[in-house]
C-alpha cells in the first residue's frame, strides 16, 4: 500500500524522458553519497547504508514500470471478477483457519473485524502469496536519483527503508516488493510502517513480510486510526428506483438513510433501508448497474488505496469471507467478467495457438491482451483485447 490516498496517483504518474537525462542518472553512486548524510541525520548508520547500498545499481526496469500508462481502463466488473472471485474466497477461508488465533488478536487489539482484515491481506498480497519481487532500497534510490518531480517523496521512503534495516526488524533481503516501494503481507509503504506497524506475535519485532501476526495487526491498527468501527458494517448492495440521479451519487456526499429510503432507494432484494448516520451512495457502473450503500467504514477502508473500486472490492471480498452473498445485481455488460481461473484458461488456450503469453497465471498484460485482439480480429469480432467471457467461449468452440 503505498500510503494513505497515493498509490492510485503514484500509478497513474505520466514520466517524460527529460526526467531522466539528470546529472542524477549519470552518477548514481554520487546521488547516493549525497543522500548519505541525510540518512545519517535520520539515524541510519555508516555501515547500514553501506551494507544496504554496496551491491545496488540504477534499475531500469523501476523506471519502465513508472512511466508505465494503462492503455486499457479496466471494467470494475472485470475489476471485481478477478479480485473477488470463488477462488479467493476459498483461499481466504484455509487462511483465516490457519492464522485463526492471529486475526482474532488482532480483532480484540484494534477493534476491527477478522473479515475485513483478511479481506485486505488477500487483495493486497493474496494471504502472502504475491509480495513483490522488486528490492526496495534499489528501487527507491533508482527514484530518488532519476531526477523525477517526486524524488523527495521517494528519498523519504528510502530513508525509512534503512531506518527498518537499522532497527533489524526485517532482513534486509526480505525487503522486496512492488517498484514504488509497498511490501509486506498488507503493502505498506516503508513511512506507513514506522506510524502504523505493530508487532502482533510479541517477540519485539515489526515483521509484516514473514509474520502473519504482525501484518494483520498492523493493518488492522492502520483501519482503527482510520477510524474503522465494529458499531457498523461498511455498507450494502441496494436497489437504485428508475431515473435515479447518479450525480447525487459518491462516497462523498453522505445523507441520512431517511433520505434515501425517500427518493426509493431499497435494500437489493427490495426490503427498507437501515441503519445510521450518514451515508453515500457508489454506482460504479452507472444507474443501470449494481449500486451500494456505504457508510464511515467504507472510507476507512478507501483510505488504504484511495480507488472506490479498491474499496468495493474489500468490501464485497470480507462478505464472501462472511458466507454472505457477493454482487448480486447484474453488471452492465453482455460479455461476463472471467474468474482468475478462467483467464488462465484463455491464456493456455491463447498459448496453444502459438501465442507467447508467458506463464498461464491469470494475469492479463499486454502479451495476453495483444494474443486476444488478434483472436478477435481472426474471429470477425471488435478488437477489444478484453479478456471476456465471448472470447474465451469462442476459443473453446475451437
Known amino acids: 500500500m503505498p500510503t494513505p490516498n497515493l498509490r492510485a496517483s503514484l500509478i497513474g504518474l505520466a514520466f517524460t524522458g527529460s526526467l531522466f537525462a539528470s ?22 548508520s555508516a555501515r547500514t547504508f553501506q551494507a544496504a547500498t554496496a551491491n545496488i545499481t540504477y534499475d531500469d526496469k523501476v523506471i519502465e514500470l513508472s512511466q508505465a500508462q494503462p492503455e486499457f481502463k479496466t471494467p470494475i466488473w472485470d475489476y ?19 492464522h485463526a488465533q492471529a486475526l482474532a488478536n488482532a480483532e480484540a487489539r484494534y477493534g476491527v473485524d477478522r473479515y475485513t482484515i483478511a479481506a485486505v491481506w488477500g487483495v493486497e498480497s ?18 530518488t536519483c532519476s531526477g523525477h518531480r517526486r ?35 498488507t503493502q505498506f509503504m516503508p513511512t506507513t510502517y514506522h506510524r502504523l506497524a505493530v508487532d502482533g506475535d510479541g517477540d519485539g519485532r515489526r515483521d509484516i513480510v514473514d509474520s502473519v501476526a504482525d501484518a494483520v495487526a498492523s493493518t488492522a491498527n492502520f483501519l482503527r486510526v482510520a477510524k474503522w468501527s465494529n458499531a457498523q458494517g461498511w455498507g450494502y448492495e441496494v436497489r437504485l428506483p428508475r431515473g435515479f440521479n447518479t450525480a447525487a451519487a459518491g462516497r462523498k456526499n453522505k ?10 432507494v431499497t435494500r437489493v432484494d427490495g426490503r427498507p433501508l437501515s441503519g445510521e448516520g450518514p451515508v ?8 443501470n448497474g449494481p449500486a451500494f450503500l456505504v457508510t464511515k467504514n467504507f472510507d476507512a477502508i478507501y483510505s488504504y488505496n484511495a480507488a472506490e473500486s479498491y474499496g468495493l472490492a474489500i468490501a464485497v471480498l470480507s462478505d464472501r469471507l462472511r458466507g ?59 478488437a477489444t483485447g478484453r479478456p471476456g467471457g465471448k472470447v474465451l467461449e469462442a476459443l473453446r468452440r475451437g
Open 23 to 44: 546529472p542524477a542518472l549519470a552518477d548514481f553512486q554520487s546521488c547516493l553519497a549525497g543522500i548519505q548524510s541525510q540518512a545519517a541525520a535520520a539515524g541510519v
Open 80 to 98: 471485481m471478477a478477478a479480485l473477488v472471485d470463488d477462488e479467493r474466497v476459498e483461499d481466504g477461508r484455509a487462511a483465516m483457519r490457519q
Open 126 to 143: 493474496n494471504f502472502g502469496k504475491n509480495l513483490g519481487k522488486m528490492p526496495l532500497v534499489q528501487s527507491l534510490a533508482t527514484l
Open 151 to 185: 524524488r523527495e517523496f521517494f528519498r523519504n521512503e528510502l530513508i525509512a527503508t534503512l531506518k527498518i534495516i537499522e532497527r533489524g526488524d526485517i532482513e534486509p533481503s526480505r525487503l522486496t516488493g512492488s517498484w514504488a516501494g509497498a511490501f509486506g503481507q
Open 255 to 264: 445523507k441520512s438513510v431517511g433520505h434515501w429510503a425517500s427518493l426509493g
Open 280 to 287: 453515500g451512495i457508489l454506482a460504479p457502473a452507472g444507474a
Open 324 to 382: 454472505r452473498p457477493g454482487v448480486q445485481a447484474t453488471w452492465p455488460t453482455d460479455d461476463p467478467p472471467l474468474s482468475r481461473a478462467e483467464r488462465r484458461d484463455l491464456q493456455s488456450r491463447l498459448i496453444a495457438r502459438g501465442y507467447d503469453v508467458g506463464e498461464p497465471d491469470g494475469k492479463v498484460g499486454s502479451k495476453t491482451r495483444e494474443a486476444i485482439k488478434d483472436v478477435e480480429r481472426a474471429l470477425g469480432m471488435p
